[in-house]
DNA sequence: CGCGAGCGTTCCGCAAACGGAACGGTCGCT
DNA sequence: AGCGACCGTTCCGTTTGCGGAACGCTCGCG
């Protein structure tokens, strides 16, 4: 699911005929970047000359009313001192949502060899939702908390009780879908081999 | 120390005279958005169309041969539905250093009236380092729990011994340094207030 | 009072990021 | 072999983010 065809229901992040207003995140990271220059006690000024880049620059971008390059915000986020996800994390960073299943990325592992990718996942009662094949070598894991899971291959799912867990090669097509009238919460690792 | 004046060791975003490379950080974030497209499964040609941007644009951003838009970062990511942070972590985010302090960024605790930041510090021995005043109302709160530390008010300085805490109000010029010749660990709560 | 210093915003020419179209290359099918 | 579908890269005209300069404003000081 995590990966799968966010198609249908796009955070509208649609480029045609834009508005002078910007997109949702836009004004989000302008404030933000107010807040932190403001906490660091320097005026506007003063930042564009630490981060080296015009001062029309950074009105515009803590106005929302400018759609920043990376490197600006490169510029902008390192003579603050902070990290750059400072302006981008806050706005449900890290939550995708399905037709069906809510997942919350809470960690990602990324050794040599193989990238795990840790969820806390949330099936509402009532919707299934199918997900397309992955990758070869794809697995994923799922440890159910609360709630009946049934999830797995399309033609060979699985059920899981809470304390349970159950697993699968994900590179065939697969679903998600809460067994019962209670909302499913569950962990779910996804392992992706380097191919 | 943690929001001051990083003139001194800028990591060099300038932007006068840019070679066709680009800034560090901009191929990593196009190694990193290719991996997570491969991940997906999906052709560079099937996620430009997903996300509504020109083949050209996802072409020279994995490359690393473009600056991109921050929108065109929200809806690449939005389309493979990962945060848009996963393309940015990875690269020390969240690790500040000073001229004898390195501090990385906990977690910020963002209430109404409030904001607090909580740090993981290391001072080594042998170097002091000079921060400016913050904004009036922002407060420091140390606890040490390795090493013998001096820091506070640049006329009043406090020193603190493994499992001791001291904070100052720090609307005026402080200071930090490891006594004798073990490095510091301590954390570092800033504290500050909505103006 | 006048005036210089600094602030944040707006105007402007230029560089570059953008999407669309065209390109050559590699498959799979008839 | 021929051919259509798709791949990723490159070219090109348009759009727009960029820094610098000018603007109006608010202070603090002589």
């Not at 006690?41 to 400018?66: H, P």
């Not at 996800?85 to 806050?90: C, F, I, K, R, S």
């Not at 067994?179 to 962990?187: F, K, N, T």
Request: glycine share 10%; hydrophobic share 40%; proline share 9%.
């Amino acid at each position: 699911m995590v990966h799968d065809s966010p198609m249908s229901a796009r955070p509208a992040t649609a480029r045609s005929g834009r508005p002078p207003a910007l997109e949702p995140g836009a004004e989000g990271v302008g404030a933000r970047l107010r807040r932190l220059r403001e906490q660091a006690g320097i005026s506007l000024s003063e930042l564009a000359r630490r981060a080296n880049v015009g001062k029309a620059t950074l009105s515009g971008l803590e106005n929302g009313t400018r759609n920043p390059t990376l490197d600006t915000l490169w510029s902008v986020t390192a003579a603050l001192g902070v990290p750059i996800t400072a302006l981008l994390a806050g706005q449900q960073a890290g939550t995708v949502r399905g037709t069906a299943v809510e997942a919350t990325l809470l960690q990602v592992f990324d050794d040599d060899a193989v990238t795990y990718e840790l969820y806390r996942m949330v099936v509402p009662p009532g919707a299934a939702q199918v997900s397309p094949a992955h990758h070869a070598g794809v697995t994923e894991h799922i440890t159910v908390f609360d709630g009946v899971l049934r999830a797995g291959p399309i033609d060979a799912p699985l059920t899981a009780h809470p304390g349970e867990h159950v697993s699968w090669r994900s590179d065939v097509p697969h679903l998600y879908e809460a067994v019962g009238d209670h909302p499913v919460r569950a962990s779910l690792l996804i392992r992706y081999p380097r191919p």
